[in-house]
């Protein structure tokens, strides 16, 4: 099955605008731009002014999800610009071929990004290997990512160690998968893909125990919220239940448990009593 591909878009590029295509966008509704800024672009008297028409005018088309025309806009804007600023226009035409679904044309934009050492490398570096996914060669997009893993990341960062962790264990590779969410909880310990790998790192451990199983009805980052829950979940009528933290500081989560049992049996009526008072999902794991 292929891999979801992750577009990450950056804000819209920006450019001084020039007079009149900043009175287009003052005056003209978004969704009628699209004529007046073809008109523009065309009839622009400088390289420049025509260029700053046709990047926002991809910008719209991407915005859109047109990414053909976003494409050529895209295009025509790095024939225009002066080289030290091509890298933008391309960048956003690699995204565009990925939306296209066109993982060949698509490294071919951002390759050329990657190898300016432009600004946008660290995130042309992860569209690259987005489009080694969607080639169906896991392997390549690991060593894309894995070849900048360890340099400044800057604003993609938290992006790029969590899909090279999840590469890392779709091949199987354990060890770089953990280096990789450690990284990144290190690094960008409040971003939403740090989240994501304290819940991952709970449930590897809740699951490498042996022995009775355990009913776990939430995990939380907030341990206000997972005090609340367990003390619902004692009210319903499970009195074993508990907070158990998992980790320290930023990179704690906090794991509502109702308890032990001897099997999977008696975990699953208790786990189906929780549902239906409490309305929460549960899930049985490995009790340490």
């Known amino acids: 099955m292929a891999s979801a591909i992750l577009i990450l878009a950056p804000a819209a590029p920006c450019l001084a605008a020039s007079r009149p295509l900043a009175a287009l966008l003052s005056t003209t509704p978004a969704d009628s731009l699209g004529g007046p800024l073809a008109r523009l672009e065309a009839s622009a008297a400088e390289p420049l002014s025509g260029a700053e028409a046709a ?7 991407f915005a859109r999800g047109e990414y053909r025309e976003a494409v050529t806009a895209y295009a025509r804007a790095a024939a225009r610009l002066d080289p030290a600023r091509k890298a933008e226009a391309r960048y956003w035409a ?22 300016d050492r432009s600004p946008r490398r660290v995130e042309a570096m992860l569209g690259i290997a987005q489009a080694w996914e969607l080639s169906q060669r896991p ?19 938290a992006a790029v160690l969590e899909r090279a962790a999840a590469l890392a264990e779709r091949l199987n590779r ?3 998968a953990r280096r990789a969410r450690e990284r990144l909880l290190a690094r960008y310990p409040r971003s939403i893909e740090a989240a994501a790998a304290r819940l ?22 907030d341990l206000a919220r997972a ?7 004692r ?21 509502v ?10 975990a699953r009526r208790a786990g189906d009593q929780a549902a239906r008072a409490l309305g929460v999902a549960y899930r049985i794991v490995r009790s340490p």
């Open 200 to 221: 991952e790192f709970a449930q590897a451990e809740a699951s490498a125990g042996t022995g009775h199983v355990a009913v776990v009805i939430g995990s939380f980052l």
């Open 55 to 61: 990047l926002t005018l991809g910008a719209l088309h």
């Open 227 to 233: 005090r609340s829950l367990a003390g619902e979940a």
């Open 174 to 176: 354990p060890d770089q």
């Open 257 to 266: 448990r109702l308890g032990t049992y001897a099997g999977h049996l008696d």
């Open 94 to 115: 690699g995204l565009a071929w990925l939306g296209l679904g066109e993982p060949t044309q698509a490294r071919a934009s951002l390759e050329e990004v990657a190898l």
């Open 139 to 157: 392997e390549r997009a690991y060593d894309a990512l894995a070849s900048i893993a360890e340099g400044d990341l800057g604003e993609a960062g």
């Open 235 to 255: 009210h319903a009528g499970f009195p074993s239940a508990q907070v158990i933290t998992r980790g320290q500081g930023l990179a704690a989560v906090h794991v």
